[in-house]
Nanobody, 121 residues
Framework: QVQLVESGGGLVQPGGSLRLSCAAS????????MGWYRQAPGKQRELVAS???????NYADSVKGRFTISRDNAKNTVYLQMNSLKPEDTAVYYC???????????????WGQGTQVTVSS
């Protein structure tokens, strides 16, 4: 069994910063890509940022230059540093990871439970 647990969401004023964390635990052999998605009310879930096991990153155009994704492979943890937050960044943020639980097993995608980020004055 694998669990992804997010933390770090909350209420912040426009222009402020938040740092999200997501730790993977359980039976894990290896983790490939990890990423953050978000879903605002009435909208589809969208990719915010992703990072490979080697550190290659990818960002949505809407967050480039403001958000930074990073990971600590020793801790099976991915982070999202969010700066210069805007009201349109308000959403539930979900962690996602591509994980294989045993040698010779299959790669599966796992999701966290989500953490609310609200940007408002």
């Amino acid at each position: 069994q694998v669990q992804l647990v997010e933390s770090g969401g909350g209420l912040v004023q426009p222009g402020g910063s938040l740092r999200l964390s997501c730790a993977a635990s359980g039976t894990i052999f290896s983790i490939n890509a990890m990423g953050w998605y978000r879903q605002a009310p009435g909208k589809q879930r969208e990719l915010v940022a992703s990072i490979t096991s080697g550190g290659r990153t990818n960002y949505a155009d809407s967050v480039k230059g403001r958000f930074t994704i990073s990971r600590d492979n020793a801790k099976n943890t991915v982070y999202l540093q969010m700066n210069s937050l805007k009201p349109e960044d308000t959403a539930v943020y979900y962690c996602n990871a591509n994980i294989i639980q045993s040698f010779g097993g299959t790669w599966d995608y796992y999701w966290g439970q989500g953490t609310q980020v609200t940007v408002s004055s």
